[in-house]
Nanobody, 123 residues
Framework: QLQLVESGGGLVQPGGSLRLSCAAS????????IGWFQKVLGKEREELAC????????NYADSVKGRFTISRDNAKNTVYLQMNSLKPEDTGVYYC????????????????WGKGTLVTVSS
């Protein structure tokens, strides 16, 4: 089965940048749409970014448009989330998840999840 491991989280100052990685093993990521989700206490997981299995289509939540970029490197079997201009509201646990043969990333319908990586934006 597909396994996903997030990395790259940490403590960053407002306005700073982080690059999160979602490394896959077991299966090739090229067959999956991949989403990045944020979990904040008291809220359900929010979809931040999604990239289609073909890699040509992406979509972003309004809150991160222009600041975050999702990308795929099939040769490395890894999906990235470049996060710029970080805000305190970006603090949370970030998860990547995969959906077989889809162009969408709904938190309730993803097939595989990583364990998450913590991002803390200080104020």
């Amino acid at each position: 089965q597909l396994q996903l491991v997030e990395s790259g989280g940490g403590l960053v100052q407002p306005g700073g940048s982080l690059r999160l990685s979602c490394a896959a093993s077991g299966r090739a990521l090229e067959h999956y749409s991949i989403g990045w989700f944020q979990k904040v206490l008291g809220k359900e997981r929010e979809e931040l970014a999604c990239i289609s299995s073909g890699g040509g289509g992406t979509n972003y939540a309004d809150s991160v448009k222009g600041r975050f970029t999702i990308s795929r490197d099939n040769a490395k079997n890894t999906v990235y989330l470049q996060m710029n201009s970080l805000k305190p509201e970006d603090t949370g646990v970030y998860y990547c998840a995969a959906k077989t043969g889809s162009n969408n990333c709904h938190y309730y319908d993803m097939d595989y999840w990583g364990k998450g990586t913590l991002v803390t934006v200080s104020s």
